[in-house]
């Protein structure tokens, strides 16, 4: 099992699913350990939970994990998936685990708690749906661009709606992949295939 140090400068708090990555335990589990008051948090007026990484630091410490760095490692892939459909979440992680690429992927429901976490996960590729409540993929993707730090993340769009739907709504920001439910998960597989290729060739130039 693979755990990761959190590294100044960044600093504050992180959502539940973020908690449970860096720990390498269940989203259950971080709540266990929040109601045993092993963990810090609160809740904001949203019903967010929050989590105090000072704590999590604490735990690390307190449990000897603070050692490993294997979440964040260059040669594992880091993807953020946000999509409120819980079946669909469920799919997406079945079929990365099958896959058995070197993947680390983080499940969010909702747009505002994958923008509180980004700054600590820092992802290489983004998949996110487009029909989300309170704020919805097209607003979180303009979030997104008006960000220099994100300006090299790997965004896929992935929805029910059509073309024209999607750009009788705006549109998405130049870049963004849309893949169309039931998702290709052919596709979706060769997406990741070819970054990870990219990855590697660029490293070789490095060197």
């Not at 000072?54 to 999509?83: A, D, K």
Request: charged share 20%; aromatic share 8%; net charge neutral.
């Amino acid at each position: 099992m693979a755990f990761t140090t959190i590294k100044a400068p960044y600093d504050g708090y992180c959502g539940t699913s973020y908690a449970a990555k860096v720990l390498g335990i269940s989203v259950g589990t971080v709540h266990s350990l929040v109601k045993s008051n092993e963990l810090k948090a609160w809740k904001t007026q949203g019903g967010h939970r929050r989590i105090s990484l000072q704590s999590i630091q604490e735990y690390q410490r307190r449990h000897n994990l603070s050692g490993n760095s294997g979440m964040h490692s260059e040669h594992r892939l880091r993807v953020m998936v946000v999509e409120d459909d819980n079946s669909t979440r469920v799919m997406l992680q079945a079929n990365m685990k099958k896959w058995d690429l070197p993947i680390d992927a983080v499940m969010y429901t909702s747009a505002v708690e994958a923008l509180l976490d980004m700054p600590g996960w820092q992802p290489e590729v983004l998949l996110t749906d487009l029909r989300m409540p309170h704020v919805d993929g097209f607003e979180f993707l303009k979030i997104l661009s008006e960000h220099a730090m994100f300006g090299n993340l790997a965004i896929v769009a992935i929805t029910g709606m059509s073309a024209q739907e999607v750009q009788a709504k705006g549109g998405l920001p130049d870049g963004v992949q849309l893949l169309q439910k039931p998702i290709d998960l052919e596709w979706l597989r060769g997406f990741f295939d070819a970054l990870m290729s990219m990855r590697q060739l660029h490293r070789k130039t490095r060197t």
